[in-house]
């Protein structure tokens, strides 16, 4: 233990001024303590890629707490906790058996086959808004483009009308501060009145698909049984909402963090519209360089080793999953973006049984966006600065003004 370490660690988890550029730090805390065990709460603090990788990956020793959600992040001292009833946790806070069961049900209502199948709607829905952005000249592209895209195509994955995204969006921004490391009393409360008004509005939604279903996942999730060991009422009302509010957030960061990235690096701009076949890998790149989730967090069951150092029982452990994408032992010159890289290491959705559910859909999301935006504009411009949202652990652009021009 170090008490600069730690000053150097409460700064990453707590000052909005390192939001925009975190990496500085990460690189100094993993050439320092690449595996570090803070003085000021229980907790370990990994920033090289392959002790995340290995600690995501190991359920046996490694998992959420049982006995008191307060979650792995809110280590920050005066921080407050969160507590979950077990009706209200979602599958993202459980361990196996109950996590097993969870998912396995979920993942038949979110097949590949639903998500490729959601591609021509894609498009349609990236151009409408990219009409607008065309007549505006200067616009927020997060208010333009990256919020209103990613929140309608879970809107309709989910079967939630359009007409109440608007209602809904700031009710989930409530939810998901919780998820930062240093939430308030005042975000607590917020978000736990904000999470009884969501659970009010999906059993409405829910009664009206029971009376008449549609093809979207509520509807299946309502008729999904595994066994016959059916979902409980609460359980679907809070796999829904984690579905929801993990579809719009993290994809709206991801789309803000590559206009943002491309528009740092016009070189890299112009290799990828003048290659075409570079645009997936172009987002497996951003989302490697610019995580759209920066945190994730786990906790200890035994005493385990993690490259070299004991974990003790019963710790905390935090994966600064930026930094772990910027490991020079993984990525050559990690800071260096490059829409060209070969074979990227990405730790951007997690690993091993919590793998992002919807990883397959933010990257089709991603691509659609790139290639509309090159279809549709030979000109992109940074008009202001962008200015962050203060969250780290789903860290994003709160505002990006730009021009686009044909
Ligand atoms: C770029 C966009 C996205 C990023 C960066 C992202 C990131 C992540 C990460 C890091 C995890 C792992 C959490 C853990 O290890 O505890 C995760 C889990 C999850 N994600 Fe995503 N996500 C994105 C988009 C989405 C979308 C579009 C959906 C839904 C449609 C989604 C649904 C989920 C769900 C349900 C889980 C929990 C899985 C489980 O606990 O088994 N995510 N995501």
Known sequence: MSEELDALILRILTDPAVVPD???????????????????????VLSRYDDARAVLRNSTDFGNREDDDAGPNRLVPGAASVQRDRESRSMLFMNPPDHTRLRGLVSRGFTPRRVEALRPHVVEL???????????????????????????????????????RDWLRPLVADLTATLEPNPSEEDV????????????YILDLMAERRREPRDDLLSTLISASDDGDRLSEAEVVTMTLLIYAAGFETTTNLIGNM????????????????????????????LRFQPPVQIDGRYTFHDTEVGGHLIRARQSVLTFLGAANRDPAVVDDPDRFDVTRPEIPLLSFGS????????????????????????RFGRWERASETVWKPRLTLRGPGVLPVRFAA
């Not at 927020?140 to 939630?160: D, H, K, M, T, Y």
């Not at 978000?191 to 008004?197: C, E, L, R, V």
């Not at 206009?259 to 075409?276: F, S």
């Not at 991603?366 to 509309?372: A, F």
């Open 189 to 200: 409360a917020r978000a736990t009145a904000s999470g009884t008004k969501v659970r009010e």
């Open 352 to 375: 091993g049984i919590h793998y992002c559910l919807g990883a397959s859909l933010a990257r089709l999301e991603g691509q659609v966006v790139l290639e509309r935006l090159l279809t």
């Open 22 to 44: 975190p990496y500085p730090l990460y690189h100094r805390l993993r050439s320092e303590a690449p595996v570090y065990e803070v003085g000021f709460g229980n907790a370990v």
């Open 259 to 286: 206009v943002h990235t491309l528009l740092d690096h016009p070189d890299e701009l112009a290799r990828v519209r003048a290659d075409r076949s570079l645009v997936p890998n172009t987002v497996e790149e951003v």
């Open 126 to 164: 990236t151009d409408e808004l990219l009409d607008a952005v065309a007549d505006e000249g200067e616009v927020n592209l997060v208010e333009a483009l990256a919020f209103p895209l990613p929140a309608n195509v879970i809107s309709e994955l989910v079967g939630v009308p359009r007409a109440d």
